[in-house]
């Protein structure tokens, strides 16, 4: 037996809680069968259904487009994401599953309300440079909170953002790009991307979280290792990013505050409206009551293959110790 395993197993009699601490202390993952906190277990499943969630319901703004796009080769492009985006859902559903809550109790708290799903879905894709700016500042602002997540604490969060961060990162690219044909197109299509950029970037950058002071979780979180870096460092971040990547587009940022911060290194940025962000994360977004109802309505209309595929399961499973 390695030696620190026998380090952790000897304390662990003594003192879970301190075994537990000590292992993500020491950066080691924490597995399903692993003793872990009560808490630990609950933010998880909070989070990480949370985040499932947001894949699932992000993937409406967009498949609002897939008959509409301007060509075969973009509409490929957006199937191929919208597809990804229901596989990072079910990575995560799955990965939610080790810690003891079923799908069925997730899609439950999804459809009552109870669970949240990121603010940003709840905003309305008007034009064709929307899909082009959810792929770059959403995905862009997913991407920053998501790679510190493959350090995350739990293994198989960890494991699954591994891949979505893969994808994620190509979505980014695929959206920066179709703005950069726009931005290079007329008048008109040059005014549609500024529009969508008007439209999306406060919102995008509200989907980190409120600012570090009014986060609930953040300072546990942080202690267990399941958040690696604050609301507010991703957030900072982000904004360096796109700052920079704005100017390769000829566009602007809608925010008159921001700016060059020579003596911190990072560009200072406005006050984002936090009653916008409690008011669509509270259910009265543009589109919340709309996202809702479309995936209650998928559940419902779903019933029959779910009920299907339990009837093939459950006569495999027959002919199987029927053989035996
Ligand atoms: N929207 O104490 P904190 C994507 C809630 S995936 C709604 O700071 P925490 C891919 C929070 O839940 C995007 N609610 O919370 C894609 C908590 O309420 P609760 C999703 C929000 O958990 C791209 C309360 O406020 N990504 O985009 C939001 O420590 C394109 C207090 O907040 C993830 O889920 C919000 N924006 O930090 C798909 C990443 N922010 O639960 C399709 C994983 C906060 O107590 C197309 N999650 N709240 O009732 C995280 O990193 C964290 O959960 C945070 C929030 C950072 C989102």
Known sequence: MPKFVAKFCY????????????????????????????????TLIRQISQHAHSEIVGMLPEGNWISRAPSLKRKQILIAKVQDEAGHGLYLYSAAETLGITRDQM?????????????????????????GTVGWLVDGAAIMN??????????????????VCKEESFHQRQGFEALLVLSKGNPDQRAMVQDAIDRWWWPSLMMFGPNDSESLHSEQSMKWKIK????????????DMVAE????????????DLKWNEERKHYDFGTINWD????????????NKQRLDARKNAWEAGAWVREAAQAHADKRINRKQKAA
Request: aromatic share 12%; proline share 8%.
């Open 11 to 42: 304390m662990s009699i003594q003192n879970p809680e301190k075994i537990f601490q000590d292992k993500v202390d020491a950066e080691v993952r924490i597995e399903p069968k692993d003793w872990m906190p009560e808490k630990y277990r609950q």
């Open 107 to 131: 899609y439950d708290q999804l459809h009552s309300g109870k669970a949240k799903y990121s603010s940003i879905f709840n905003y309305p894709t008007l034009n064709w440079a929307d899909m």
């Open 146 to 163: 998501q790679v510190p997540l493959c350090r995350t604490s739990f293994g198989p969060y960890s494991r699954a953002m591994i891949r």
């Open 228 to 239: 690696r870096f604050s609301n507010d460092e991703l957030r900072q971040r982000f904004v």
């Open 245 to 256: 990547q704005v100017k390769l587009l000829g566009m602007t940022l809608p925010d008159p």
């Open 276 to 287: 916008e962000f409690w008011n669509v994360v509270n259910g009265n977004g543009p589109c």
